[in-house]
């Protein structure tokens, strides 16, 4: 296990803690204290939460309701948002320098949801701009460092989320995912991430309330960490159109009740669709055998996935030419050039390729359909290399093929995201390096609740969770 020097109480899990604040052992002012000295310690090491909020917190902790009674009640916890996501009176950049110094009136209604359900918002979390692209860096805040090993990549575009968490900052953080935002820096810091279904956990934004490709999710250590904030996100909604109401049993049920005997289908590269580093094949391997060893059934094979990836791009392309309309050019005229691409690709879309689209996601959820009668979960990368240098805003190679695009590198994400499917980065303990390695399993449709039992089958079967951690300093 890796060093922890911060404060106990932040080496415990969220479950712990929680418990904790409801018997009274310790008072939500304690566990904000613990946060802000953890944060005194690593935030000059990796600038995962650049914007706090203490203030408003402790004043949030006066005043929580009592709703412990509800599964996902978190009883004065502190929490992370990231900062795409609008919190009432706390500066939300979106990593943009065209709203550096914005200050919503009003809180996106998941933030609302958390903090009625007795989460305290303590802080905003770092993303690249706009939440576009797989390196958490922006030009308000600067970059934020991978907690295992500083030189390097934390992934995006919840990176600022993950590696809070991994560091011992929060017990849990917020994530958003579209390409992969929630997934990929959950699996380069060693943490759970989850993208739920469209509808599960809130929705995009506002003006997109329609658009289900972009979710948001919960992050934490654990599985059973994620799984009681999967619980205090859920519920209906109406301003999010697409909301629908929490199951009537907690996922934190499903996590108890997990048994090592299950079935995973493992496509490594997809059938070929994204190309993989002999190392983290190897590692993937080298877990996968490890939950074989414990009871689980693991055959390699994929479904078919007609263009899946030219779908992936035209739903995205839809969401930055739907969120670009209304944008005033005095926020639009500050993106970075890959962003500008992406609003500029969307734009010039035609009909024919929305319909096309829309004809192929439909064809390649009807193939995971028939995927998922026989198997749990589909397993395969998180994203097909060890996390490179943070300087390298992109991956130009992995496997030995070439990515002209700086989405290329992030392929295995597009199945969960054009499908709708949930999806779980957890991690597979430690790989080359030292590194962590993360697995993604995708599951049934509206399936979070046999996700998190088959995630937490695999994080026993290799000895999980990790972390926290000191950060890695080189």
């Known amino acids: 296990m890796a060093e922890f020097s911060g404060p106990e109480i932040c080496g415990k899990s969220a479950i712990q803690v929680v418990g904790l604040l409801k018997a009274g052992e310790v008072s939500p002012d304690e566990v904000i204290d613990a946060a802000l000295a953890r944060m005194a310690q690593v935030e000059p090491k990796v600038n995962a939460v650049p914007t706090l909020c203490e203030k408003r917190a402790r004043q949030a902790a006066m005043t929580l309701g009592d709703a412990q009674s509800h599964p996902g009640w978190l009883a004065g916890l502190p929490i992370g948002i990231k900062d795409l996501t609008a919190v009432k009176g706390v500066r939300t950049t ?42 958490t860096f922006n030009e308000v805040f600067g970059p934020t460092f991978n907690a295992w090993n500083t030189d390097l990549n934390a992934g995006g575009s919840s990176g600022g989320a993950a590696v809070s968490l991994a560091t011992g900052e929060f017990w849990l ?20 991430g989850l993208r739920p279904s469209p509808g599960r956990a809130g929705g995009g934004s506002a003006d997109a309330g329609f658009i289900i490709e972009g979710v948001q999710g919960p992050m934490a250590r654990s599985v059973a960490d994620c799984a009681l904030f999967l619980d205090a996100m859920a519920g209906f909604e109406p301003r999010f159109p697409i909301s629908y109401p929490a199951p009537d049993m907690p996922f934190q049920d499903a996590v108890t009740r997990a048994t090592p005997n299950v079935r995973i289908a493992f496509a490594p590269d997809l059938g070929g669709f994204s190309a993989v580093d002999g190392e983290m094949d190897a590692a993937l391997r080298m877990g996968l055998s490890r939950v074989e060893a414990a009871g689980g059934v693991v055959e390699e094979l994929c479904p078919e996935l007609p263009e899946l990836e030219r ?164």
């Open 94 to 135: 979106l990593g943009t320098q065209g709203l550096s110094d914005f200050v919503p009136e009003a809180s996106d209604p998941l933030v609302e949801f958390l903090e009625a359900r007795g989460g305290v918002v303590l802080g905003k979390t770092n993303t690249p701009e706009m939440g576009a692209g797989g390196n």
């Open 311 to 474: 779908t992936y791009h035209t739903l995205r392309g839809i969401m930055w030419a739907t969120m670009a309309r209304r944008m005033p050019s005095a926020v639009s005229r500050h993106f970075k050039k890959t962003l500008a691409e992406n609003t500029r690709f969307g734009q010039g879309l035609q009909m024919d390729d929305i319909a096309d689209a829309n004809l192929n996601r439909a064809t390649i959820y009807a193939n995971m359909l028939k995927l998922l009668g026989d198997f749990d979960v589909l397993a395969c990368p998180v994203v097909g290399c060890m996390p490179h240098t943070q300087s390298e805003e992109w991956v130009r190679e992995v496997g030995g093929v070439i990515h002209e695009g700086y989405m290329d590198w992030l392929r295995f994400a597009f199945l969960a995201t054009v499908t709708g499917l949930p999806a779980i980065s957890v991690p597979l303990g430690l790989g080359p390096r030292g590194l962590p390695v993360g697995l993604q399993l995708i599951g049934p449709p509206r399936g979070e609740a046999k996700l998190l039992a088959v995630a937490r089958a695999v994080e026993m079967s290799v000895g999980g969770p990790l972390g926290p951690i000191d950060p890695g300093v080189f």
């Open 173 to 192: 953080s917020h994530g958003s995912d579209h390409g992969g935002s929630l997934r990929t820096p959950a699996a380069y810091n060693g943490i759970v």
